[in-house]
């Protein structure tokens, strides 16, 4: 561009901003008095020159700059401008109608032209009025275009940002449905499906296996003494062996079957391929081989082995609900068995299940139908023959089933959860009946109970023998808890503290059956017990050889120097109460003193012991006398 144009379009820009600033319009009242009384002078001006000089285009001139002002007035300034126009040719018509009367010549001509203008201005001024609403409108409209824009503008980024975010929520709902996936289906310990997602999937694999008529096998598999590495090693020991035991079950399992952690130290295999019996055991013999070789721990070597038990669908059970039950029953019967055995499923043992639920059926209804009852056996001193106390024992004299073994449905009521019921009801009958005989006998005597793992591991096991004491009025400082090694499974805290809450209420607390577990002593260094009853199984073996004798001679010593008292339990002969007598066993309790009596019979043993106190006395007395 030439500096001649630029010039150009420089003074056509300029001339537009004056003629904007001319005739933009606008409604400054001020501005339109300031005009009118211009126009007010410009007014006065003409009367004097029309009344002083007859020129008629001087006149003309005159009028025609009326007329400009008055259309100036009516587009520059509208409303404003138009009043004031009109008072400016209102005044120009009055002036005219004067000279008119006076009869002025041209007067009349002069009037009409004033009335024209102010016809004329107001229509320009209507429809100035008018376009400047349309105008307005548009300024209006334009600045809500501009305020949208805006915001508009500022919504994108808004919602860009918003994006940004919800794609980041986005990717962290993921990751979090992910790992909510993996804590509900997968096994943090070992990284194998759990429990939930086995069920699923051999619902799914059942389903398959029913629409394409075709079978598999479900294997149930649990190491064998493994609570033994927890009690000597340590949990953390017991977590690195469970780990080690799945990543090499994970390395030998077929790539078309599904291993899975059960949970503690039980897994679940399924072999979703048709195989026969015998290749179904070559296989799991493999796997069997391979847990027996010693797994190395830190400096240590562990050897287990495992228990299998094996279902077949549809051989066994057509339906897959049943399936891992009867693999948990065939392998339980490996376990009893000797353990380390492979055992597929047998009718026999739906039948044992068969009659393991009934038992259970009629155990939840034997406390209503009184066919629970308790039984004492009485403990004494070994040195003087003194009656100690009672072992409270229970037994279950079923209408339906007969005389049942305590072992037998006291295992049940654990596993179906009855033994807390149980449990609560055989320790506050004791204490009712025994302070019945306190209270009719004088006497003063021990009442050791027993108590379940299950039972003593509840979390207000020590609130409900408080419960109890304080209901029953039992004195608390003659009440003993016996309880055995298999309460012992899980951390060592919560039993140190249930054992303690029981010595703050004054509960003496023993531990049963010792010597049978893997490690009693390590439970005797490490928990405050009271009391420490030798399993019958060790003093079965007195006299027999000189071996067995040195062991229940070095199990009494080593209590001892513990400053812990002594309890035989079994006690049968005379060879082996002497025994015990002569290396100092404390406490006495067998067939040889006395077997599990009931009520009845304890009532009589006190009759006896009080006639004999009598006795004693009145000799004593008699003796004293005749001195």
Same mark, same amino acid.
Request: glycine share 6%; with cysteine; proline share 2%.
């Given at each position: ?24 319009? #606008? ?11 211009? #126009? ?70 002069? /009037? ?101 008529? +075709? ?23 017991? =977590? ?24 503690? =130290? ?19 013999? +493999? ?20 228990? /299998? ?34 055992? $597929? ?35 004494? /001193? ?12 229970? +037994?279950?004299?079923?209408?339906? $089933? #007969?005389?049942?073994?305590?072992? !037998? ?64 009025? /039992?004195? %608390? ?10 309460? $012992? ?16 209420? #004054? ?20 928990? %405050?017990? =009271? ?71 304890? !009532?009589?043993?006190? =009759? ?20």
């Amino acid at each position: 561009m030439t500096k001649l144009q630029k010039n150009e379009k420089g003074g056509r820009r300029a001339m537009i901003r004056i003629m904007d600033r001319v005739m933009l319009p #606008g409604n400054n009242v001020s501005a339109a008095l300031k005009i009118s009384l211009v #126009g007010i002078i410009y007014l006065l001006a003409e009367g004097l020159i029309m009344f002083r000089s007859a020129d008629w285009f001087l006149v003309c001139v005159l009028m025609q700059g009326q007329m400009l002002i008055s259309v100036y007035l009516a587009l520059r300034y509208i409303r404003s401008g138009y009043m004031a126009a009109l008072g400016l040719n209102i005044v120009a018509v009055i002036q005219e109608i004067h000279l008119v009367m006076i009869n002025r010549p041209n007067a009349s001509f002069f /009037f009409i032209f004033y009335i024209d203008i102010i016809l004329a201005i107001s229509l320009i001024t209507y429809y100035a009025m008018r376009s400047h609403k349309i105008y307005q409108e548009a300024l209006r409209q334009k600045e809500e275009i501009s305020v949208a824009y805006y915001r508009a503008a500022v919504s994108e980024e808004q919602l860009w940002k918003k994006n940004r975010e919800l794609e980041s929520s986005n990717q962290v709902i993921n990751r979090d449905k992910q790992e909510m996936y993996r804590l509900a289906n997968i096994d943090p310990l070992t990284q194998l499906p759990n429990r939930r997602m086995l069920q699923r999937r051999l619902d799914e694999i059942g389903k398959e296996a029913k629409e394409q008529n +075709r079978s598999f096998a479900l294997v149930f598999i649990d190491l064998d003494n493994f609570k033994n590495v927890n009690d000597t090693l340590g949990h953390q020991a017991g =977590d690195e062996l469970i780990r080690y035991m799945a990543f090499n079950l994970s390395r030998l399992t077929h790539t078309a079957d599904m291993l899975g952690h059960f949970g503690g =130290d039980e897994f679940v295999l399924i072999i979703r391929r048709a195989l026969q019996k015998e290749e179904i055991m070559s296989y799991i013999r +493999r796997l069997a081989a391979m847990l027996k070789k010693p797994a190395v721990l830190g400096n240590m070597k562990i050897a287990v082995s495992a228990s /299998f038990g094996i279902a077949m669908f549809p051989q066994d059970s057509p339906h897959v609900s049943e399936l891992l039950r009867f693999a948990d029953s065939a392998m339980y019967q490996s376990k009893r068995d000797g353990k380390n055995r492979i055992r $597929f499923f047998e009718k026999s043992l739906l039948d044992d299940l068969m009659n393991e639920t009934k038992l259970v059926q009629g155990l939840k209804s034997a406390i209503q139908n009184r066919e629970l009852y308790l039984v004492l056996q009485p403990q004494y /001193f070994a040195e003087g023959g003194e009656l100690r106390g009672f072992e409270v024992l229970i +037994r279950w004299k079923s209408l339906k $089933f #007969g005389f049942v073994s305590p072992t !037998r449905f006291v295992r049940l009521a654990e596993k179906n959860g009855m033994i807390l019921q149980i449990g609560e009801w055989a320790l506050k009958q004791t204490c009712l009946m025994m302070k019945n005989l306190e209270r009719q006998y004088g006497c003063s005597v021990k009442l050791a109970v027993n108590v379940s793992a299950v039972q003593a591991m509840e979390p207000d096991f020590v609130g409900t023998v408080a419960r109890i004491l304080n209901e029953t009025g /039992f004195d %608390p400082h003659h009440l003993e808890i016996e309880i055995t090694e298999t309460a $012992f499974s899980n951390s060592m805290n919560p039993v140190h503290q249930m054992i303690a809450g029981l010595h703050e209420l #004054g509960v003496v607390v023993a531990l049963d059956d010792f010597g049978t577990g893997y490690s009693s002593l390590s439970y005797l260094q490490q928990l %405050p017990f =009271d009391l420490v009853k030798i399993d019958k199984t060790f003093i079965d073996k007195i006299g027999l050889d000189l071996q067995s004798n040195q062991f229940v001679s070095t199990i009494i010593s080593m209590v001892h120097q513990m400053n812990i008292p002594v309890l035989a339990e079994g006690v049968e002969t005379e060879q082996q109460r002497d025994f015990l007598r002569l290396k100092n066993c404390d406490l006495i309790q067998g067939y040889l003193y006395g077997k599990p009596m009931s009520v009845s019979s304890v !009532r009589e043993l006190l =009759d006896r012991l009080k006639n004999k106190a009598t006795k004693k006395s009145i000799d004593q007395n008699f003796s004293a006398k005749k001195d």
